[in-house]
């Protein structure tokens, strides 16, 4: 009998929501080998893991050691490792949440095997190689490949498939617990304290509205009107990198490719160009206003809605109208 | 002091991907190239180090001929050394770039000691693997770490800061070691003309590795992804467009 295995990471009791999301990936290829669902989660407790079975997983493979109690790179690839040793996986699959990508980059490093990253479909196969698309540019552009190894290891492109629910009456997964083998060696690298500093980013991944400035803006001081009318809409600020590169702005406020993911309602962007780099940040926002001097600019082909125009001008305008709604209603 | 940074040259892609006919690259014929941000960033981090403790730093990239250019670039902020390990232009997978560049490392190792630190990209701009680093880690038995956002060296240890949503991870790791750094770290600084001068002049240490074998995933073919091209509506030009603008937000319940 073949097998999938999927790494797990658990938040409250719960998948967190990149691994519901590869769970379910995991499942439609289980489904699709006609295969065992198993997932691997390391460390946490059993009642919890056994709710897994909500997920379709019938075995969780609970890697516990007293040395894993806080994060290591390596130890946790070493315990994924050491359940993958044990099993006979035509595949292992993880999320692609910064720590499932390490764990699954160390446990390919540690076997030898290639390693897709940020996979969006996959065609499974008993023998021999899978015909995946991935993506590359964070999105921006997608590559067909073939992957194979023993077992096949990749992780799923967040937001292509959506979190799995648990199904309401499942029976509990069998919990099986695995003495993860952790050396020395293995823990040099590993988490020491946590920083509790609420920056803003998190605030910019979840605002309902952005406002976003570029080298368009043409100063510093000039993001004085962004912040204003942030203000009066109750809307995160966002940049692209230029604004971080001249130093205009923190780089926790850039949108794009190496910076922040945005979702908002809406996303006005001011003096940006809409470089593939910095729309791939902003690809799930709803609509997308757009105020730019050149009716010419990429970002236009992006746009829900269009000023063609000065920010200088435009936006303070913006700002005084809906002032002026405001103070109406 | 020895740090040791890895850098990938990549297309400059403006505000559309074309590909080439056989649909198995990016048509780079009015392109430029740079390094991904986090690279820049790395080999910034890398140019701060050494001025704060001494020592050296050197850049590497494996890739073609014209990757020089890259690596020129590091040399213009204050890198010491250039390495190219020059190949065709055709795609590596992580495996084999990471075989070589481990090769690399240890014979850069054995001709000059070992490097305290090396640093790479969090992951590359083009490929996006998210692995060479810590392939090469494994395989020289060094300790890493990826995603770092701020890191301090002190006593032989590695202080290296992570962002997690409401904060930081704070991990240690003792060197010699490999980070993974993220863009944001520092502010990269632009090169002088002085800076630039100087790099000219500075040798590029070129070799020619083997190829290993093809590990995967093999890159079949690229393709754009499907987007619904919005035909956009223009509420108007200049600032007598605001009435429509706060009309729309009120619309789509914004306000
Ligand atoms: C690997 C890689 C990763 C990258 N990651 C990111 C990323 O995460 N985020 C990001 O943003 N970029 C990223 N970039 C950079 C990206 O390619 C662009 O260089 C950048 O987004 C351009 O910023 P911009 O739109 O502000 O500037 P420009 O492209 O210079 O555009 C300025 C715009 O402002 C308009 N304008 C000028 N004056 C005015 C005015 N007075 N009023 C109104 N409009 C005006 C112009 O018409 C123009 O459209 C990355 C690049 C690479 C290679
Ligand atoms: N061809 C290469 N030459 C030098 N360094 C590389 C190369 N490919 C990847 N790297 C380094 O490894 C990091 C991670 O790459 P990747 O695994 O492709 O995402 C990059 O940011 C670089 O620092």
């Given at each position: 009998m073949s097998a999938i295995l999927v790494f797990v990471e658990m938040v409250d009791g719960v998948p967190d929501r990149l691994s519901a999301e590869a769970l379910g990936f995991a499942g439609g290829v289980a489904k699709a080998l006609g295969a065992d669902l198993d997932a691997v989660i390391v460390g946490g407790d059993a009642t919890a893991a056994a709710g897994l079975g909500g997920y379709g997983v019938g075995t969780v493979r609970l890697a516990t050691s007293d040395r894993l109690s806080s994060y290591a790179p390596a130890a946790w690839g070493a315990a994924v490792a050491g359940v993958v040793a044990a099993g006979s996986y035509d595949a292992v699959i993880a999320s692609a949440s910064d720590t499932a990508t390490e764990v699954l980059a160390h446990l390919a490093a540690r076997t030898g095997q290639p390693m897709a990253a940020n996979v969006t479909s996959a065609e499974p196969v008993a023998a021999g190689a899978w015909r995946i698309t991935r993506q590359r540019w964070a999105g921006s552009l997608l590559e067909d490949a073939t992957l194979d190894g023993q077992p096949r290891l990749l992780t799923v492109a967040p937001h292509v498939v959506p979190a799995m629910e648990p199904a309401a009456g499942a029976g509990p997964a069998t919990v099986d617990r695995v003495d993860a083998a952790v050396t020395d060696s293995d823990l040099r690298a590993r988490i020491v304290g946590r920083d509790v500093t609420a920056g803003d980013r998190v605030s910019l991944a979840d605002a309902k509205v952005v406002v976003g400035g570029g080298r368009g803006m043409g100063s510093a001081e000039a993001f004085a009107m962004l912040d204003e009318l942030a203000g009066v809409l109750g809307a995160a600020v966002g940049v692209s990198r230029v604004a971080t590169s001249l130093g205009w702005r923190p780089h926790t406020q850039q949108i794009g490719q190496t910076g922040t993911r945005i979702a908002p309602d809406l996303y006005i962007a001011c003096g940006i160009s809409g470089a593939i780099q910095h729309i791939v940040g902003a690809k799930s926002a709803k609509r997308i206003l757009v105020i730019n001097t050149?009716?010419?600019?990429?970002i236009f082909k992006r746009a829900t809605y269009a000023v063609v125009g000065d920010v200088h001008a435009v936006v303070p305008a913006i700002t005084a109208e809906v002032r002026r709604v405001k103070g109406a209603g | 002091m020895r740090i040791l940074v890895l850098v990938k040259r990549v297309p400059a892609t403006g505000g559309r991907i074309t590909l080439t006919d056989d649909g198995r690259a990016i048509d780079t014929r009015f392109l430029g190239f740079v390094v991904s941000p986090h690279e820049e960033c790395a080999v910034e981090e890398a140019v701060r180090l050494i001025e704060a403790n001494g020592g050296e730093s050197v850049v590497m990239t494996l890739g073609p001929a014209e990757a020089a250019d890259q690596l020129r670039d590091a040399l213009a902020i204050g890198v010491d050394r250039a390495v190219l390990l020059e190949t065709d232009g055709s795609d590596w997978d992580p495996l084999a770039t990471a075989t070589a560049l481990t090769e690399a490392v240890r014979r850069l190792e054995d001709a000059d000691g070992p490097f305290d630190l090396i640093l790479v990209g969090n992951e590359s701009a083009d490929s996006g693997g998210f692995q060479v680093g810590i392939r090469l880690a494994v395989a020289l038995d060094r300790p890493v770490v990826t995603g770092i956002k701020a890191l301090e060296i002190r006593d032989g240890m590695a202080t290296a800061r992570r962002q997690v949503s409401g904060g930081f991870d704070i991990y240690e790791l003792p060197l010699p070691a490999v980070v993974g750094v993220r863009e944001g770290i520092n502010l990269p600084r632009y090169p002088s003309v002085p800076g630039r001068l100087r790099a000219k002049k500075k040798e590029v240490e070129t070799s020619t590795p083997d190829r290993p074998g093809n590990g995967g995933p093999v890159l079949d073919s690229l393709k754009l992804p499907v987007e619904q091209e919005a035909q956009a509506e223009i509420l108007g030009s200049g600032p007598e467009a605001a009435p429509r603008v706060v009309e729309v937000m009120r619309e789509i319940g914004v306000l």
């Amino acid at each position: 009998m073949s097998a999938i295995l999927v790494f797990v990471e658990m938040v409250d009791g719960v998948p967190d929501r990149l691994s519901a999301e590869a769970l379910g990936f995991a499942g439609g290829v289980a489904k699709a080998l006609g295969a065992d669902l198993d997932a691997v989660i390391v460390g946490g407790d059993a009642t919890a893991a056994a709710g897994l079975g909500g997920y379709g997983v019938g075995t969780v493979r609970l890697a516990t050691s007293d040395r894993l109690s806080s994060y290591a790179p390596a130890a946790w690839g070493a315990a994924v490792a050491g359940v993958v040793a044990a099993g006979s996986y035509d595949a292992v699959i993880a999320s692609a949440s910064d720590t499932a990508t390490e764990v699954l980059a160390h446990l390919a490093a540690r076997t030898g095997q290639p390693m897709a990253a940020n996979v969006t479909s996959a065609e499974p196969v008993a023998a021999g190689a899978w015909r995946i698309t991935r993506q590359r540019w964070a999105g921006s552009l997608l590559e067909d490949a073939t992957l194979d190894g023993q077992p096949r290891l990749l992780t799923v492109a967040p937001h292509v498939v959506p979190a799995m629910e648990p199904a309401a009456g499942a029976g509990p997964a069998t919990v099986d617990r695995v003495d993860a083998a952790v050396t020395d060696s293995d823990l040099r690298a590993r988490i020491v304290g946590r920083d509790v500093t609420a920056g803003d980013r998190v605030s910019l991944a979840d605002a309902k509205v952005v406002v976003g400035g570029g080298r368009g803006m043409g100063s510093a001081e000039a993001f004085a009107m962004l912040d204003e009318l942030a203000g009066v809409l109750g809307a995160a600020v966002g940049v692209s990198r230029v604004a971080t590169s001249l130093g205009w702005r923190p780089h926790t406020q850039q949108i794009g490719q190496t910076g922040t993911r945005i979702a908002p309602d809406l996303y006005i962007a001011c003096g940006i160009s809409g470089a593939i780099q910095h729309i791939v940040g902003a690809k799930s926002a709803k609509r997308i206003l757009v105020i730019n001097t050149d009716p010419e600019a990429p970002i236009f082909k992006r746009a829900t809605y269009a000023v063609v125009g000065d920010v200088h001008a435009v936006v303070p305008a913006i700002t005084a109208e809906v002032r002026r709604v405001k103070g109406a209603g | 002091m020895r740090i040791l940074v890895l850098v990938k040259r990549v297309p400059a892609t403006g505000g559309r991907i074309t590909l080439t006919d056989d649909g198995r690259a990016i048509d780079t014929r009015f392109l430029g190239f740079v390094v991904s941000p986090h690279e820049e960033c790395a080999v910034e981090e890398a140019v701060r180090l050494i001025e704060a403790n001494g020592g050296e730093s050197v850049v590497m990239t494996l890739g073609p001929a014209e990757a020089a250019d890259q690596l020129r670039d590091a040399l213009a902020i204050g890198v010491d050394r250039a390495v190219l390990l020059e190949t065709d232009g055709s795609d590596w997978d992580p495996l084999a770039t990471a075989t070589a560049l481990t090769e690399a490392v240890r014979r850069l190792e054995d001709a000059d000691g070992p490097f305290d630190l090396i640093l790479v990209g969090n992951e590359s701009a083009d490929s996006g693997g998210f692995q060479v680093g810590i392939r090469l880690a494994v395989a020289l038995d060094r300790p890493v770490v990826t995603g770092i956002k701020a890191l301090e060296i002190r006593d032989g240890m590695a202080t290296a800061r992570r962002q997690v949503s409401g904060g930081f991870d704070i991990y240690e790791l003792p060197l010699p070691a490999v980070v993974g750094v993220r863009e944001g770290i520092n502010l990269p600084r632009y090169p002088s003309v002085p800076g630039r001068l100087r790099a000219k002049k500075k040798e590029v240490e070129t070799s020619t590795p083997d190829r290993p074998g093809n590990g995967g995933p093999v890159l079949d073919s690229l393709k754009l992804p499907v987007e619904q091209e919005a035909q956009a509506e223009i509420l108007g030009s200049g600032p007598e467009a605001a009435p429509r603008v706060v009309e729309v937000m009120r619309e789509i319940g914004v306000l």
